[in-house]
Every structure is written in C-alpha cells, then in structure tokens.
C-alpha cells in the first residue's frame, strides 16, 4: 500500500479543496515537500526560513482574516523530530508575522502524527497562525484538533 500524504476526508464540505488533494493522492506524493510545493500550492511565498516556508493558506478556515502556514521544509511529520533550531525559527517567523499584520491576537497550532487522529488534511509538518474578527457579536472559528473519545 502506498503511503498517504493527504487526507482527504479533511476537505469534506470544500468542493474545490477536495479536488486537489484527490490530484496529490493520485500522484502519490508529499504536497509540502519543496519540490513539490508550488505544483499544488498557486500562492506567493512570504519567507523562507532556514527551516520553515511561510505562505497563505489556499484554504483558510471559514471566518479567519489571517490564516497563515509555516511548512516544514523537509519532510517530517512529527514534533519528535524537530530540531531545537527548528522549533525556534518558527516562533520567530510567527512573531515576524503577528507584528507586520499588526494583529491583536492569534492562534497559534499545529498538528502531529497520524492525520486519523489530528483531522490535519497533510501528513508533513506544518503550523497554522489564525487569527479573526473581536468576540463581541461573532461565533469563533471552528479548528479541527483530534476527535472525541
């Protein structure tokens, strides 16, 4: 059986998300990966990082103003094997980020491991910053973070 990179029950509900992760299953291969990267991903790259890409996501969750990714640039899929430098570097790119959007306030999250047990639509290690509108009147942003027990 070949390895899964994507998961595409992730993308219920999102018609044109669905699509592409049914092109990258067919082609068997890891869409964050670098050199893979801008096959699927069609939006500017906003830094590169020793360890990280920082880019839009394609596909913000419904309600976010700001949903950025930092992926990995090479192929983990684990916080167990991020480096210390690694690990650094991505605070550093979220801070760099939350100060030149001048947002008031943000999520900050990433998924590990198995993609049945995180709801996370990629197996390769990423972050996620978000970040939406002041709770006054507004419902929050509904993130996938693992499933009830």
């Given at each position: 059986m070949a390895k899964e990179f994507v998961n595409r029950k992730s993308a219920a509900g999102r018609k044109a998300y669905a699509k592409i992760l049914k092109r990258i299953a067919e082609d068997s291969v890891c869409p964050f990966c670098e050199p893979n990267f801008l096959?699927?991903?069609?939006?500017?790259?906003?830094?590169?990082?020793?360890h990280w890409i920082v880019t839009e996501n394609m596909n913000p969750y419904k309600g976010t103003k700001t949903h950025v990714l930092f992926v990995h640039r090479g192929h983990l899929e684990d916080i167990t094997k991020l480096s210390p430098a690694a690990a650094a570097e991505l605070f550093k790119l979220a801070r760099w980020i939350k100060t030149t959007r001048k947002l008031p306030g943000a999520g900050l999250f990433m998924r590990m491991g198995d993609m049945r047990y995180t709801g996370a639509s990629v197996a390769h290690l990423h972050a996620n910053l978000i970040s939406g509108a002041v709770q006054d009147t507004h419902e929050p942003i509904a993130v996938t973070l693992g499933f009830k027990k």
């Open positions: 096959k699927y991903h069609t939006l500017p790259i906003l830094k590169k990082g020793v």
